[in-house]
C-alpha cells in the first residue's frame, strides 16, 4: 500500500520556476520504488514527465523537459521533488505523482500502481 500527496502547483509567468512535491507513505522500504511525474492537459492523454529508480537514484525525463526539469528525492526521506524551470505554457497540465515497484518501464504510465491526486500547474504567456 502506497499513499502518495503532491502539491506546489501554482500559476506562474512563463520563463519562471516551481517546484512540486510528493510525499509517500509506503508499507515497503522507500527505496523499493519507482517514483514518477506524469502530467495531464485538457484533450490529451496521460504523459510521462520524469521518473527516479530510488535504489541508486537514477533519473529518467520525457525529451519535452530534458535541461528544464530535476526529478531527485530528499536524501532519507519519502520524498520526491520536481524542479521545474523556465516554464512554457505548453507545462500547463494537471501534475501527478506516482509509484510502482522497480519492474518494467518508467514511462508507461500503465504499469504504476499507486497516484497521487494531481495538482495544477498553469504557466500564462
Known amino acids: 500500500q502506497v499513499r502518495l500527496v503532491e502539491s506546489g502547483g501554482e500559476s506562474v509567468q512563463a520563463g519562471g520556476s516551481l517546484t512540486l512535491s510528493c510525499t509517500a507513505a509506503t508499507d515497503r522500504a522507500f527505496s523499493s520504488y519507482v517514483m514518477g511525474w506524469f502530467r495531464q492537459s485538457r484533450g490529451k492523454e496521460r504523459e510521462f514527465v520524469a521518473a527516479?529508480?530510488?535504489?541508486?537514484?537514477?533519473?529518467f525525463y520525457a525529451n519535452s523537459v530534458t535541461g528544464r526539469f530535476t526529478i531527485s528525492r530528499e536524501n532519507g526521506r519519502n520524498l520526491v521533488y520536481l524542479q521545474m524551470n523556465h516554464l512554457k505554457p505548453e507545462d500547463t497540465a494537471v501534475y501527478y505523482c506516482?509509484?510502482?515497484?522497480?519492474?518494467?518501464?518508467?514511462?508507461?504510465?500503465?504499469?504504476?500502481?499507486?497516484w497521487g491526486q494531481g495538482t495544477q500547474v498553469t504557466v500564462s504567456s
Open positions: 506516482a509509484a510502482k515497484r522497480m519492474a518494467g518501464t518508467y514511462s508507461d504510465y500503465g504499469t504504476y500502481n499507486y
Open positions: 527516479i529508480k530510488l535504489s541508486d537514484e537514477m533519473t
